[in-house]
Nanobody, 121 residues
Framework: QVQLVESGGGLVQPGGSLRLFCVLS????????MGWYRQAPGKQRELVSI???????TYVESVKGRFTISRDDARNMMYLQMNSLKPEDTAVYYC???????????????WGQGTQDTVSS
């Protein structure tokens, strides 16, 4: 199993910034895509951003130009820098990855437990 643990969430005023961290325990898995999802109260979980194993990034339209995803495979870390935060960014943010065990070609999805981000004045 791959274990993911998020940190860095909290309360911030509109226009402020937060940086989310995700630390991975690989446990003999090879990591491919990594990303961040979020779920606001009463809404479905949505993709925020994905970064591939070669560094290709994608973002949901609503965060383009404000959020930046990055990863450091040597440190087993992933980050989400969130700037110019808006109240509608309030959600639980989940770290995600897909990975293969070294003895199999099957690709599995893994999730963290989530970290709450609240944007409010």
């Amino acid at each position: 199993q791959v274990q993911l643990v998020e940190s860095g969430g909290g309360l911030v005023q509109p226009g402020g910034s937060l940086r989310l961290f995700c630390v991975l325990s690989r446990n003999s898995f090879r990591i491919y895509d990594m990303g961040w999802y979020r779920q606001a109260p009463g809404k479905q979980r949505e993709l925020v951003s994905i970064i591939s194993s070669v560094g290709t990034t994608t973002y949901v339209e609503s965060v383009k130009g404000r959020f930046t995803i990055s990863r450091d495979d040597a440190r087993n870390m992933m980050y989400l820098q969130m700037n110019s935060l808006k109240p509608e960014d309030t959600a639980v943010y989940y770290c995600y990855c897909n990975a293969k065990p070294r003895v199999s070609e099957n690709l599995y999805d893994f999730w963290g437990q989530g970290t709450q981000d609240t944007v409010s004045s």
